[in-house]
């Protein structure tokens, strides 16, 4: 299982380290990475494929009590569980396919690959590059 916890001084790293507990008690298992700097707790699933996307608590919001922190790190992480399509509790190893609310041009593209043949890959020199351009060409336009 991997999990990460980031701060930029020893403090921050602490409460980093305080955040990233909370969640491996509330859903064990689950991949977390969390990072404490700037005022803001971000939290992100690292089996998310997009890296870009997680949650931000503003810890000026939940530093005045440590049972209000936890309530909202464990509300948080779960919404974002579910809006992965993922259950709440330990984690199975499910693959992420999207996360609700993301836009679709920031998910991730699923690509089908094609045998070198069908991508028209030339073999040759120069000249016969071109008639094999020319010949894709011609058939691309009877098609």
């Known amino acids: 299982m991997l999990m990460h916890s980031e701060g930029s001084t020893q403090a921050l790293q602490s409460d980093a380290d305080d955040v990233l507990e909370i969640l491996s008690i509330a859903y064990p298992g689950h ?8 005022g803001v707790i971000f939290i992100r699933h690292l089996a998310n494929p997009n890296a870009n996307y997680g949650m931000i608590c503003k810890v000026n919001q939940v530093n005045h009590d440590t049972a209000v922190l936890k309530r909202e790190i464990i509300k948080m992480a779960g919404e974002f569980l ?10 199975d190893d499910s693959e992420i396919q999207f996360v609700e609310g993301v836009p679709e041009k ?3 593209q699923h690509i089908e690959l094609k045998p070198l043949v069908e991508l028209g ?3 040759g020199d120069l000249r016969e590059g071109h008639r094999q351009m020319s010949a894709l060409s011609q058939r691309g336009r009877k098609d």
């Open 121 to 123: 890959v030339f073999r």
């Open 82 to 91: 579910e809006r992965a399509g993922l259950a709440r509790g330990r984690y």
């Open 31 to 38: 991949p977390w990475a969390t990072r404490v700097d700037g």
């Open 106 to 108: 920031f998910r991730p």
